[in-house]
Structure formats: C-alpha cells, structure tokens
C-alpha cells in the first residue's frame, strides 16, 4: 500500500528538479512560541520575526505554509522566502504550524466518495490552530508589540484555504473559530492559490469578510481556479468563483490572475510583494478597493508538478 506522503515528498523533490527554485534564506532569529499544546506529544508552535525597521503601523502578517494538509513547515524554504519578503517591506512576520490531518491517510483505502470527509476534518482542524493563533497574538499583544486589530492573513496552498476557511468561518460564527477574541477581525485575507470548501455548495457569508487579496494560477487543477466537485454537492470554491461571489456581494477584493500558470502561484508571495503591500496599505487607509489584473510575466518561475491535478496528487 502506498500512502500520500511518499507522493507528496516526491513531488517537492521534483520542484526542485524542474525549477531553479530560490535556496533557504537566512533570517534573524524569530521568537518561538507554543501556541497551543494538543497534549503532551502534540504542542504546535510559531516563530515571531521582526524586521530591521519596522514599519510606523506596525503591521504583523500571520502566514500559513503548504503541504496538502500533509506535509510542510513553518521553516520550509517557501515559508521563509515568505517571511524574507515580508520583513523586507517591514512587516512584523509570523511563521505558524498547524496540524495536518491528511499526513496518514491511507488513499488505497479512502474511497473518491468519500474523501471528502477527511478533507473536511483536515481544514477544521487547522481552522481552529490558525485560531489559536490568533489568540495568542492578541491576548500577548503588549508583550509582543503587536496590534490586535492589524494582523493579515496569507498562506500558500492548504494554508491558503486554511486562512480563506479561518475568515469564512469567523463571519458565521463558527465552530473551529472558538478560540478567536470576540469580535476579532483580519485586516485583511491574502489566499494564495486557495479557496473555501463548503458543504453542500453553499457559499454565503452571514457576515461580511475581511477584504481580501486573491492571487491564483488560470490552470490550476490542485486548488481549482474555478470549482470543484465533490460528492454530495460540496463544492470547493477557487480564486476565480471567490472573485465572482465578492464582486456580486461587494465586497472588497483584488484578484491576480496568473495566465498560464498552475498552482505555482501558491508560492508568488515573494514576487507580488508590492500588490501585497499596496492591498493592505490601502486597506489601512480604510479604502474599499476593487481591482482584477491579469498577470502575464513570463519569467515567473514554473514547476512540472503544479500542472498535475487533484486526483494525481492524492491517487496516484
């Protein structure tokens, strides 16, 4: 029997085969903290990096990492290049683990109708990490120097959905969504390649979301840009849907649309810098923007394995 992480491991080898992929950076040291303890064995940790000069709103950026809720780290190459960006444009940057639900799915034994079910399990769970994590940076704000009310949700990948999810089910009072202060909001969301899965296909917000910066490659078949399917009638919402629902909601949203490209966009956090700079400078700013570009620069780097799709990743 084959499980999914050998597959997972051998695709980010093949990343690096395929792509002059950007080496680990150094970084200064962070400030490691446990967040939350699921346990003796199970203590989930993030590092809390500041920048040389720090920006004067104090701006913190709370980033997940991805890994198909299986693998990946809060110091893996992409989640530090994330990091590196991020202090460079003077954000405070934190760097969180979150525990991965699919890391022993055994696929030979899951049938396609029922994957959903773990799916479901594996964006909860994370939900409430990336909550607790939250809390933890405002309940220690003082100490930490970090404002409650000016922290930015971004990942890559399943830390994309785990962040769009985080956002989703914060505005309808959900349950993964306990451990948030009250009345806790995002300044604001960047998903990159992400999406939000919704049983039954019911995508509503009873709330209104944080505004929200959603960056997504036109061919991407892992995190769908449009939508995908599931068994009954859940539906996993990509970039492109995302962007059709807010811009008939009105709600605040910038779309990159990367042509051409797959789920390489989940790691071009490094390369829109300036867009996610700008997004959030204006929202600070209290703008309500709208803004929908596609992007075409070809020296963007590209992977042979971000043009798989969903079922060759899990079922191959």
């Given at each position: 029997?084959?499980r999914l992480l050998?597959?997972?491991?051998?695709?980010?080898?093949?990343?690096?085969?395929?792509?002059?992929?950007?080496?680990?950076?150094s970084l200064?040291t962070?400030?490691t903290v446990?967040f939350?303890?699921?346990g003796?064995?199970m203590p989930?940790?993030?590092?809390?990096y500041?920048?040389?000069?720090r920006?004067?709103d104090?701006?913190?950026?709370?980033?997940?990492?991805g890994?198909?809720f299986v693998?990946?780290?809060r110091?893996?190459?992409?989640s530090l290049?994330?990091?590196?960006?991020l202090?460079?444009?003077?954000?405070v940057a934190?760097?969180?683990?979150?525990?991965l639900g699919l890391?022993?799915?055994d696929f030979?034994?899951?049938h396609?109708r029922?994957v959903s079910n773990p799916f479901f399990?594996s964006?909860?769970?994370?939900?409430?990490?990336?909550?607790?994590?939250i809390r933890?940076?405002c309940d220690?704000?003082?100490?930490?120097?970090?404002l409650p009310d000016?922290?930015?949700l971004?990942g890559?990948?399943?830390?994309?959905i785990t962040?769009?999810?985080?956002d989703?089910?914060?505005?309808n009072?959900m349950?993964?969504?306990a451990?948030?202060?009250?009345?806790?909001k995002?300044?604001a969301?960047?998903?990159y390649?992400?999406?939000?899965?919704?049983?039954r296909?019911n995508?509503?917000y009873a709330?209104?979301p944080?505004p929200t910066?959603i960056v997504h490659?036109?061919?991407?078949?892992?995190?769908?840009?449009?939508?995908?399917?599931?068994?009954?009638?859940?539906?996993l919402?990509g970039?492109?849907?995302?962007?059709k629902?807010?811009?008939?909601?009105k709600?605040?949203?910038w779309?990159?649309?990367?042509e051409?490209?797959?789920?390489e966009?989940?790691?071009?956090?490094p390369?829109?810098?300036?867009?996610?700079?700008a997004?959030?400078e204006l929202t600070l700013?209290g703008?309500?923007?709208f803004?929908?570009?596609?992007?075409t620069?070809?020296?963007?780097?590209?992977w042979?394995?971000?043009?798989?799709n969903i079922?060759?990743?899990?079922?191959?």
């Open positions: 029997m084959k050998p597959i997972i491991v051998l695709l980010c080898l093949s990343a690096s085969l395929y792509a002059q992929q950007p080496a680990k950076p200064p962070p400030l446990t939350v303890n699921w003796d064995t989930i940790k993030m590092d809390i500041y920048p040389e000069q920006r004067a104090s701006t913190t950026v709370l980033y997940l990492f890994g198909g693998n990946g780290s110091d893996s190459t992409s290049n994330a990091v590196k960006a202090l460079e444009k003077g954000f934190v760097s969180a683990d979150y525990r890391n022993m799915v030979d034994t899951v396609l029922t399990y964006i909860h769970i994370a939900v409430e990490d990336c909550s607790h994590a933890y940076l220690h704000s003082q100490e930490l120097g970090i000016r922290i930015v971004t890559c990948s399943a830390g994309a962040v769009a999810e985080t989703y089910f914060r505005a009072n349950p993964p969504t451990a948030l202060p009250k009345g806790w995002p300044l969301v960047a998903p390649s992400g999406g939000i899965f919704c049983k296909g995508l509503s709330t209104p944080a910066m490659g036109t061919l991407d078949k892992i995190v769908n840009y449009n939508k995908f399917h599931s068994t009954g009638g859940n539906i919402y970039g492109n849907q995302l962007a629902h807010f811009a008939k909601q709600y605040p949203y779309i990159l649309r990367f051409d490209r797959g789920h966009a989940s790691v071009y956090l390369y829109t810098i300036q867009e996610f700079t997004f959030v700013a703008r309500k923007t803004y929908d570009a596609t992007c620069d070809t020296a963007l780097p590209q042979e394995w971000a043009q798989m079922f060759q990743l899990y079922f191959k």
